[in-house]
């Protein structure tokens, strides 16, 4: 039965959690500082559907670059593991990403080793986050009752969890030095039952596989 302390925060956090359903991209709170510059950024459809930010210089035709400078995908800033999420996943999440982006984008542009030439851009990426949160309310759970076991839910820890990865990365015209193309991403993977749960790879690999695939079907 739940008790009257319990119902009172229950309410209190159901109010919270329905006042900040979940973004599908990344608001400005959850950006990194790996760019410098996201004022450009716009909202766009990636070819696998998902909503994201991204910029590309309008000056620049894109098929006059036909070679690639991979720099590996790094996180920004260094993550610290958790109880849900441990180095070993980290570790798991980031070398996944590298061999799937890197695998896509040797699909598109001939792989170079020097990040020189006119027709070069140098690529960075990073995984700027890697994070567990409470599940957003649903609009069933709005009416009081439902509210107020969704919010008891999410103050014991039971209610369901979002996994969510955030990723940053650009292009750069290896001739001039300055950007043509940048991108942020907030991906999501499978839901965890809870707090206790703890997330691996598996649980973000289509958040991966959709980034490259979005890479080798852009236009």
């Given at each position: 039965?739940?008790?009257?302390?319990?119902?009172?925060?229950g309410?209190?956090?159901g109010?919270?959690?329905?006042?900040?359903?979940?973004?599908?991209?990344?608001?400005?709170?959850?950006?990194?500082?790996?760019?410098?510059?996201?004022?450009?950024?716009?909202?766009?459809?990636?070819?696998?559907?998902?909503?994201?930010?991204?910029?590309?210089?309008?000056?620049?035709?894109?098929?006059?670059?036909?070679?690639?400078?991979?720099?590996?995908?790094?996180?920004?800033p260094?993550?610290?593991?958790?109880?849900?999420?441990?180095?070993?996943?980290?570790?798991?999440?980031?070398?996944?990403?590298?061999?799937?982006?890197?695998?896509?984008?040797?699909?598109?542009?001939?792989?170079?080793?020097?990040?020189?030439?006119?027709?070069?851009?140098?690529?960075?990426?990073?995984?700027?986050?890697?994070?567990?949160?409470?599940?957003?309310?649903?609009?069933?759970?709005?009416?009081?009752?439902?509210l107020?076991?969704?919010?008891?839910?999410?103050?014991?820890?039971?209610?369901?969890?979002?996994?969510?990865?955030?990723?940053?990365?650009?292009?750069?015209?290896?001739?001039?030095?300055?950007p043509?193309?940048?991108?942020?991403?907030?991906?999501?993977?499978?839901?965890?039952?809870?707090?206790?749960?703890?997330?691996?790879?598996?649980?973000?690999?289509?958040?991966?596989?959709?980034?490259?695939?979005?890479?080798?079907?852009?236009?």
């Amino acid at each position: 039965m739940l008790t009257t302390k319990q119902i009172s925060a229950g309410i209190v956090i159901g109010s919270l959690l329905l006042g900040g359903c979940t973004s599908k991209v990344a608001n400005n709170t959850e950006l990194s500082g790996f760019l410098s510059d996201y004022t450009h950024l716009q909202k766009v459809n990636s070819p696998s559907g998902q909503t994201v930010l991204r910029w590309v210089d309008p000056s620049v035709n894109s098929k006059q670059f036909t070679n690639l400078y991979y720099e590996p995908i790094k996180f920004y800033p260094t993550p610290k593991p958790t109880a849900q999420i441990s180095q070993d996943t980290l570790n798991k999440v980031l070398s996944y990403t590298n061999q799937n982006i890197k695998s896509a984008l040797g699909q598109r542009f001939t792989l170079v080793n020097s990040p020189k030439g006119a027709n070069t851009l140098i690529f960075r990426g990073a995984i700027t986050g890697v994070t567990t949160a409470n599940e957003g309310l649903q609009f069933y759970e709005v009416i009081p009752v439902a509210l107020v076991i969704a919010g008891t839910m999410a103050v014991t820890g039971n209610r369901s969890q979002d996994t969510q990865l955030f990723f940053e990365g650009q292009f750069i015209n290896a001739a001039t030095g300055k950007p043509v193309f940048e991108v942020v991403r907030k991906g999501f993977g499978k839901q965890l039952n809870n707090d206790s749960q703890k997330l691996t790879v598996e649980d973000l690999k289509k958040i991966v596989t959709d980034m490259a695939s979005d890479i080798t079907h852009y236009q």
